[in-house]
């Protein structure tokens, strides 16, 4: 059968692809590829119709009914590995916190003290090992159901992060800076401590819900690890323990800009957790009535 290939932009024709019923669209784009050498198989979206939805990668021409049809293919533009852009939005968050933290004189001048205080050591631990986690979990324990995101969102998210590092960084480190008390710093630290391993535990029950180099999708359910009960009552637990972890370092350093840090976070996991919650209901038919998204009882 013939498949003809229009530009979802203008609907011009790039030719026609010769495949069996059976092809998958995975398949079907090496073939567009051959078409336009400059459309990777990464940079295409499939469709039915020019704004019509994407399709999926395990769709086949005869699932769709497309018999000697056509479908119409965007160009997503250049693109980039989701595990290039984590490395790169975490790791310089570390690189810029640093600077505040290990050369204090560039940044405040003559003005510095001696010695840093003992909330500004503790933070800057807290701060490199959760970022350090992250990329650590990015090498080792995420597994991405897409290969690659647009290009752009590398500039995006590096600006997020670094600039959040850089605005938090100079005001825990600052010579001016005011320590909170021995009760409201252990009491952050303990909470941080608990929030970091409560959001990995979450990352390493999803890893194993997905075998390796598959997309499969299932209802996840805590396991005997304590801290995965937060599965009972909401559906992103990992979300809510990461909006506790800087809530927590926020009290720790009475720092208002880690407060909004930490709240420009939750904002943006909200949006992302009541997505994943939607999609989850819609999925399983038998998915937990009783979970909320991000935060139990309320969201």
């Known amino acids: 059968m013939e498949v003809e290939i229009l530009d979802a932009k203008n609907s011009k024709s790039l030719g026609k692809c010769r495949v069996e019923s059976g092809t998958t669209i995975k398949a079907l784009k090496n073939e567009v590829q051959k078409l336009k050498k400059s459309l990777n198989i990464d940079r295409q979206a499939l469709r039915l119709e020019p704004r019509g939805k994407t399709l999926k990668d395990s769709d086949t021409l005869q699932s769709l009914s497309i018999s000697g049809g056509k479908l119409y293919v965007k160009d997503l533009g250049p693109q980039i590995s ?19 933290y290990l050369r204090p004189s560039l940044i405040y001048g003559n003005v510095v003290p001696k010695a840093m ?11 490199t090992s959760h970022y ?6 990015t090498l ?17 998210n590096c600006s997020y992060y670094w600039a959040f590092a850089g605005y938090v960084a100079y005001h825990v480190n600052h010579p001016l800076f005011t320590e909170p ?20 535990s979450i990352h390493i029950l999803l890893r194993n819900l997905r075998p ?4 499969v999708r299932k209802i996840p359910i805590p396991d005997s690890n304590p801290l995965t ?21 926020s009290a720790m350093t009475s720092c208002i800009p880690a407060l909004i840090f930490a709240a420009a976070g939750m904002y943006q996991m ?26 139990p009882f309320v969201i």
């Open 82 to 100: 989701w595990k290039g852009v984590f490395l790169a939005e975490y790791a310089g968050p570390i690189l810029v916190y640093m600077l505040f």
């Open 117 to 127: 205080s003992l909330t500004a050591n503790i933070a800057a631990v807290c701060w």
């Open 132 to 137: 350090a986690k992250r990329l650590l979990e």
């Open 140 to 156: 080792f324990v995420h597994r991405f159901s897409h290969a690659t995101m647009p290009l752009r969102n590398l500039f995006k």
């Open 181 to 200: 008390s021995a009760v409201v710093l252990y009491a952050g630290l303990a909470g941080f401590i608990v929030s970091e391993l409560g959001n990995f």
């Open 212 to 215: 390796a180099g598959s997309t």
């Open 229 to 249: 009960q937060l599965f009972n009552f909401v559906s992103c637990p990992n979300y809510t323990y990461e909006f506790l972890s800087w809530l927590s370092f």
């Open 270 to 295: 909200t949006v992302w957790a009541i997505g994943k919650h939607r999609n989850y209901k819609k999925e399983f038919k038998d998915y937990p009535k009783c979970r909320k998204a991000i935060v």
